[in-house]
Structure formats: structure tokens, C-alpha cells
């Protein structure tokens, strides 16, 4: 006679009742020992029923992050490898950036060169001003003696003609300073819009610049997330384009368990609710971890046909999903039961 095992949550427990079942249908057990074998059997059925009762089940899954190149050309370095922690902000590598490298310093020999073209504004408006300061200083001197030669006109010590003569020069040497002052700001308003219009051709050139820095930037193989690395696409000398994946980083350090309920269980549960995972630690035990209930799905879905819920087998279902903090022995893919 065959027996089957009826249940998978305890596999030691239903081993040890299905090697007595299969001693008893053998014959090889006394028959005075029968009424206790029968009460082994109920004590361990009771054992099992109360310790490893759970009300839904799944499996372990991360928060997995794909990190892709930033740009195109040969990987030179790639320091990781698979199972690796990373830290978030670790450069793990570089991809040859020789070209951006050349093309920014050509950017910047155009800028220095657009720069040597602008006007010494104060240089080239130098002989205004030095026209302005003796034109202004011989006015000052006509002035004075425009008023000395009025006082001696007053005083009968000096001829009308004398004063219109310095009168006419003063007259003339005021306009001979407003030329100056007008030929000096014309000059600083031409030099002026033409150091405007270097500058501005100057400007793309620094968005460009500023463009390839950032393409050099993302030469450098950064990882943002810290984590365990799960898998590695790329190796060293191999071509790496924009978009291409360089390798998957999942923060390990707590794992999210996907379980499914009934909706006879949906009203019992709700956000931030402790729950217990139970995980079998291979040696016919559970290892429970404390769990928070973070996500409940709102719309319900087909029972996966991987998982089993606590009664019979439902047509609908809710995802929800249990967040545990592991303590290294809890994989992805790993299944676990939940106890409410």
C-alpha cells in the first residue's frame, strides 16, 4: 500500500507518518504497540496543525534596477562582479571618452580664440580721454582769465575787445570739449557692441562645452542605487552604446514578499499591519521573520497556479505585498507562507 503526502508545509512531519504508515502496512510493528503508534500520530498531526498553519503564500522578489550606459564606445574598466554589495555613488567603471576629451578642448581653443578678439575698450578710448583733460584744463585757464580781464574792463583797465577776444575762445573751447566728450562715447558704444557681439558668439560655445562635459560625466560608470549586484551583461573591451544594460543592482538589505489571499481574508488585513513570514530553513523547520503589510492590491485577479492559499483553491485572489528585512537567508524566487 502507497501513501502520499497530503500537505507540504511541514515535509518532515508528514515523512516520519508516512514511514509509520508504511511499517504498519508492512506488518513490521508489534501489534501491542498500535494503540500508542495511533495516539504518535494524532499528537503529531495536532503539532503540525497548530504550528504550521498559515493563511496565504508566495515568493521573495527585490526592487530590481537595470543600470544602462550613458554613452557610446569601448568599456575600459568594469569593476564588479556578481553578488557584489555596492555602495550608491561608486564609480564601477569608465567607457573610453578620448573623442569628448578632444572635442572639448577644441571647444575651448574657439572660446580662447574669440577672446583675444575683443576691444581694449579703455586702451582704444585712451586718446579721448588724454584730449579730454587738456581741453578741459585750457578751459579752466580761459575761464580765469575771461574773469580777470571782466574786472579789468569794469576798472577801465582793459578794452571791450580784450574781453570779446576771450570770450570767443572760451565760447570755442567748450564746443572743442563737447566734440571730444561726443567722439569718446561713440567710440566706447561701437567698441562696447562689438565686445557684445564676441561675447555672444562665444555663448554657444560654452553650451557646447558644457555639453560634452556632460556626455564626459556619464563616460564614468556611476552606480546611484546601493545593493547586490544580480546579474553582469557587460565586460571589459566590450562596445557599450546609450541605452545598452551594463548590469542588475537589487537592495537586498529587506526583500518583498508577494503573497496572495482570498477575499474572505481581504477584510482582515490592512496597511502597516504586522504580519509573521514563515520560511523553511531545510531541516524540516520554519525560520519567521516579522513582516509589514506595505501594498494591497485593489482589483482582484486568477489564483497563479503556483501558489497554494490556505483553504481550497480560489478563483480570485489579491496581491499583496510584505515587506521583511533580511537577514541574508532569504533569496528571490525563495517561497515563503504568511500568517495573518
Known amino acids: 500500500m502507497e501513501y502520499r503526502k497530503l500537505t ?34 494524532a499528537v503529531i498531526s495536532s503539532c503540525r496543525n497548530n504550528n504550521t498553519a498559515y493563511d496565504a503564500s508566495g515568493t521573495f522578489e527585490a526592487v530590481e534596477t537595470i543600470v544602462s550606459a550613458e554613452a557610446t564606445g569601448v568599456i575600459k574598466t568594469f569593476n564588479i562582479s556578481e553578488g557584489q554589495q555596492i555602495a550608491a555613488g561608486t564609480e564601477v567603471g569608465y567607457i573610453d571618452s578620448t573623442q569628448l576629451s578632444l572635442r572639448k578642448k577644441q571647444l575651448e581653443a574657439q572660446i580662447k580664440a574669440t577672446g583675444s578678439r575683443l576691444p581694449d575698450i579703455t586702451a582704444q578710448t585712451n586718446y579721448y580721454k588724454q584730449q579730454l583733460a587738456v581741453t578741459q584744463i585750457r578751459l579752466n585757464n580761459l575761464k580765469r582769465e575771461q574773469t580777470r580781464i571782466n574786472n579789468l574792463v569794469k576798472a577801465d583797465a582793459a ?143 486568477f489564483t497563479p497556479k503556483t501558489i497554494q492559499t490556505k483553504d481550497e483553491r480560489a478563483n480570485l485572489v489579491y496581491a499583496i505585498k510584505i515587506r521583511v528585512a533580511n537577514d541574508g537567508f532569504l533569496k528571490i524566487g525563495m517561497y515563503a507562507d504568511v500568517k495573518l
Open 8 to 41: 507540504h508545509s511541514q515535509p518532515g512531519t508528514v515523512m516520519k507518518q508516512d514511514h509509520i504508515k508504511i511499517l504498519i502496512a508492512k506488518n513490521k510493528l508489534p501489534s501491542a504497540g498500535w494503540l500508542l503508534l495511533i495516539a504518535c500520530i
Open 159 to 301: 578794452t571791450g575787445k580784450q574781453l570779446d577776444d576771450i570770450n570767443a575762445q572760451v565760447e570755442e573751447t567748450e564746443k572743442q570739449l563737447q566734440v571730444i566728450q561726443k567722439q569718446d562715447a561713440a567710440q566706447v558704444s561701437v567698441l562696447s557692441t562689438q565686445t557684445s557681439g564676441l561675447r555672444s558668439d562665444a555663448l554657444p560655445l560654452v553650451a557646447q562645452i558644457e555639453q560634452v562635459q556632460d556626455q564626459l560625466n556619464k563616460s564614468r560608470i556611476i552606480n546611484e542605487t546601493q545593493g547586490t549586484v544580480l546579474v553582469k551583461y557587460a565586460e571589459v573591451n566590450e562596445m557599450a552604446t546609450i541605452g545598452k544594460a551594463l548590469y542588475k543592482i537589487a537592495d537586498l538589505h529587506t526583500i518583498i514578499l508577494r503573497a496572495y489571499i482570498t477575499g474572505d481574508q481581504l477584510p482582515k488585513i490592512k496597511l502597516n499591519q504586522k504580519v509573521t513570514v514563515m520560511v523553511d530553513d531545510g531541516k524540516d523547520n520554519y525560520k519567521n521573520y516579522d513582516g509589514i503589510i506595505e501594498w494591497i492590491s485593489d482589483k482582484a485577479e
